[in-house]
């Protein structure tokens, strides 16, 4: 058996503190999708499957669709959601397809990519036009981890995390390509979510 992600070790760990900062993080992504009234939604970098469970169980009405780059993490994500529908693929290979959905969900995923502003650009493209992104918010996320003593080495920093974003840096690369409609923290995750620059809502 292949040994969980740090992922899902993240989604299934004990912690009581970090169970309910998850918690708290999922529940405000659906009170941000809800009103938005989307039908097709699509999670770049599902992982797992953790949030859109959460999300087809707290935003009635969806049709949700899921792209992860690792096999396992995608066959755990269908078991978790057997009415989804999820895919092998990385963000790159879905550039030009020319399909397009109602909300794009990208959530703790930029930070691992060597490029952020050429996988927001193919965000954008399938974005119609909605978007909600999420990334840990620095420095915050990492010192969280070093008060829990994780990754003590790196002093708290991920070692899958290329890229550290504080909120108003996150927001500056987010308008690049979005329109800001509401950016928060909920610590320790800085919450963008906006429409496609240029493109008007239904």
């Keep these: 058996m292949n040994a969980a992600s740090t992922n899902a070790q993240k989604y299934e760990s004990g ?48 049709e949700l669709w899921g792209v992860d780059a690792s096999e396992s993490a995608i066959a755990a994500a269908q078991k978790r959601c057997p009415g989804a529908r999820f895919r092998v693929a990385t963000i790159d290979s879905l550039r030009d397809k020319g399909r397009r959905f109602d909300l794009v969900v990208c959530s703790e995923v930029l930070e691992h990519l060597e490029d952020p502003a050429g996988a927001l650009d193919v965000l954008a493209t399938l974005a119609a036009p909605h978007a909600l992104l999420t990334v840990p918010w620095e420095p915050w996320f990492q010192l969280a981890n070093l008060a829990r003593g994780k990754y003590l080495s790196r002093l708290g920093n991920h070692p899958e995390h290329i890229q550290r974003w504080t909120r108003r840096g996150f927001e500056r690369l987010a308008r690049t390509r979005f329109d800001a409609h509401r950016v928060e923290v909920l610590f320790p995750w800085t919450l963008f979510y906006g429409t496609v620059r240029g493109r008007q809502t239904a």
């Design 15 to 62: 912690n009581p503190i970090l169970q309910w900062l998850i918690g708290r993080f999922h529940r405000r992504i659906a009170e941000v999708v809800r009103p938005l009234g989307v039908r097709t939604v699509l999670d770049v970098g599902c992982g797992e499957g953790y949030l859109a469970r959460h999300l087809l169980d707290h935003v009635p009405g969806i």
